[in-house]
């Protein structure tokens, strides 16, 4: 596994980028891919939040509106998304390729972890490394400027300010009718 400095401002919740790390890449050696998830941290303990589907924009912006009321109804205090994606890299003289990076043929397959905590965001992006039969052998880390800040429909799931008992309630009770029960407080996973 790869163990990457955590930025500053997200390093007090060092343990939700590690679990993150450690279930892309249990996913990716168990499977060959990751599967999207939240994780929030909360006071009673770490929620993964597994979507049914990611297979439309319905089903996408489900999953966000899912994040943004277990941030409000558990109480969180970060969160962090993790994704695979695909990335395109500028290469030095060349300008961007324009075209979307999973069709592009520059483009390159990664694991975007996203993370929150109040009013700071961190990115980190693996790259995904395979064999020549296509299996997953590791990470490799992708050295990027530091982000301070993206938007979309995945980003500014904390809520701007502390809930009240009421919001409280009211995402939850949104959560229960959503059909979402994040059943895995205290998640601790061993993945390898």
């Not at 590690?18 to 599967?35: F, I, T």
């Not at 290469?91 to 592009?104: A, F, N, Y």
């Not at 996203?114 to 052998?137: C, N």
């Amino acid at each position: 596994m790869i163990h990457r400095n955590t930025p500053k401002d997200m390093s007090e919740h060092q343990r939700l980028f590690d679990l993150a790390r450690g279930y892309a890449e249990h996913m990716m050696r168990s499977g060959g891919s990751v599967r999207p998830v939240l994780l929030a941290d909360t006071a009673e303990g770490n929620i993964l939040y597994l979507p049914e589907t990611m297979g439309d924009e319905s089903a996408k912006q489900n999953f966000a509106n899912a994040a943004r009321l277990i941030a409000v109804g558990y109480g969180a205090t970060a969160v962090a998304f993790v994704f695979e994606s695909w990335i395109t890299v500028a290469k030095p003289g060349r300008p961007l390729d324009s075209t979307p990076p999973s069709e592009s043929p520059e483009g390159e397959e990664c694991v975007l972890i996203s993370a929150e905590t109040g009013h700071r965001q961190a990115i980190e992006i693996l790259m995904i490394q395979r064999d020549s039969t296509g299996k997953f052998v590791g990470f490799a880390t992708l050295d990027v400027p530091r982000v301070t800040g993206f938007q979309g429909r995945f980003a500014q799931i904390m809520p701007p300010k502390p809930p009240g008992e009421g919001e409280i309630v009211m995402a939850r009770q949104l959560l229960s009718l959503m059909g979402v029960a994040p059943e895995n407080r205290g998640f601790d996973p061993m993945w390898n």
